[in-house]
């Protein structure tokens, strides 16, 4: 009976971290794959046999943003078990905050990975989308889990109507976008490269003011 291979998992957290400090250092567009390699301590040859290309790789990096931010998020509803919808979702609101402030280029790929969503769904600029990153594995295993923040959320604001902690009708998924586009904003906007940290980081006001927003909105006060 033939062997069956299997890959060493710590080349693969390697490569992945190797590649996450390239793609961050000079793009996506940029980055060679023998850079990549290097960086990992491995040969160009391991790190192809390991990804395939350099979109399956950038995928997988997409891939761990995307599930760090959702295993964030269900540490939040188990720290915050028995509290009201409101409260969690306030929770939820603060935890989403950290990540973009701590996790600015993670914020990035998933952003990236947004566009190309969007042009696959709208049917427009397909030709963007190379046949490499289209059949990547990590492409895939996203897509799996690309709306598991959103229901997480959406269920969380949906339990505070229906508890009385969240008075305002507006739709759940309206309430979970508001609240997105806004901290998502506020990483964007509040981020300046060539300094190289975020303008008014510890700007507790600004922070604030983003969470009471949310709060104010839910509970019809605005």
Known sequence: MAAILTKDT?????IIRAAEKVFFSVGFANAKMEDIAKTAGYSKVTVYSYFGSKENLYMALTH????????????????????????TF????????????KYRHYVDLMLNYL??????VA????????QAMQSSIYYRKIRGIQNVTIDLTVEEIKRGQADGSIKTKKSPWLLHHMMWSMITGYAKVNYQP??????NADNNEWKKL??????????GRI
Do not use: P, W
Not at 210 to 219: A, E, F, P, S, W
């Open 90 to 101: 306030i929770a939820m609101a603060e935890n989403y905050l950290c990540f973009c402030v």
């Open 210 to 219: 983003m969470i009471d927003t949310v709060r104010g909105i839910c509970l």
């Open 194 to 199: 060539s300094a190289d940290e975020f303008i």
């Open 115 to 120: 566009s190309i969503v969007r042009m696959t």
């Open 64 to 87: 761990k943003a995307m599930q760090h931010l959702i295993d964030g998020l269900y540490d939040c509803l188990d720290r915050n078990k028995g509290k009201s919808g409101l409260d």
């Open 10 to 14: 710590s080349k693969e957290e390697d």
């Open 123 to 130: 049917g427009e600029a397909l030709d963007k989308i190379s």
